[in-house]
């Protein structure tokens, strides 16, 4: 079975302020892919990345950076310099094939306030 | 590129009342999938389809059910409404060209059961 946990229900940090939410997944796939969506309050799942099991490479996009970690089965984020715009619930998710369909496992999500 | 599209935005149906909800995916997108989102039990996957036949299904009672067109919209439907029923239903649209290709998710329908 496939599991994404993001043990972080919330966070509140003050604008500028770096912070990391984490991600731990469980698969028994040797193929998988990782994601990151962000759910702003009007509700529309915003793709952030996505990265496969094979490219452990840490990516950097503006503000934000991913680490994927296979030996931790971990896929964290962070955003540097927090902006009240970043505001948003965040969602992890874990994706692997059964017979071509695709499927997408979800974490809780973490709901980050950034407060001016 | 227009992205995916779901009608209606809100709808508020009453116990026992069957609703259809509506999906346009991304042009040039054969695949959409659907999702029931909830306080409790968080994001869901309801099921997904692909050339007109549906490749996978969640876990959810046969009240719950989808078609899709050859255009690749597509259309999921509630039977005999329960208020647990209440929640945001999304859909996200894919082009499934070998391998797992990303998910791109409308806006949502928010669905009210009183």
């Known amino acids: 079975a496939q599991k994404v946990t993001q043990a972080q229900t919330e966070i509140s940090v003050v604008e500028k302020e770096d912070v990391t939410l984490d991600c731990v997944y469980e698969?028994?796939?040797?193929?998988?892919?990782l994601f990151w969506y962000k759910q702003p309050p009007s509700g529309e799942l915003v793709f952030l990345i996505r990265?496969?099991?094979?490219?452990?490479q840490n990516e950097i996009s503006g503000r934000y950076s991913w680490n994927f970690q296979k030996s931790t089965s971990s896929f964290n984020f962070t955003i540097t310099a927090s902006q009240v715009v970043d505001s948003a619930v965040y969602f992890c998710?874990?994706?692997?094939?059964?017979?071509?369909?695709?499927?997408?496992?979800f974490g809780q999500g973490t709901r980050l306030t950034i407060n001016p | 590129k227009a992205g995916v599209t779901q009608t209606p935005r809100y709808l508020i149906k009453t116990r026992g009342q069957q609703v259809t909800l509506s999906c346009s995916p991304i042009s040039g997108h054969r695949s959409v999938s659907w999702y029931q989102q909830t306080p409790g039990q968080g994001l869901q996957f309801l099921f997904e389809y692909f050339s007109e036949t549906q490749r996978n299904k969640g876990n959810f009672p046969g009240r719950f059910s989808g078609r899709q067109f050859s255009n690749s919209r597509s259309e999921m439907n509630v039977s005999t409404l329960e208020l647990g029923d209440s929640a945001l239903y999304l859909c996200a649209s894919f082009r499934s060209q070998g391998a797992p290709d990303t998910q791109y998710f409308g806006p949502g329908t928010r669905l009210t059961v009183l």
């Open positions: 698969t028994r796939d040797t193929t998988y892919y």
């Open positions: 990265r496969n099991s094979f490219d452990e």
């Open positions: 998710a874990l994706e692997g094939q059964i017979q071509g369909a695709q499927k997408l496992v």
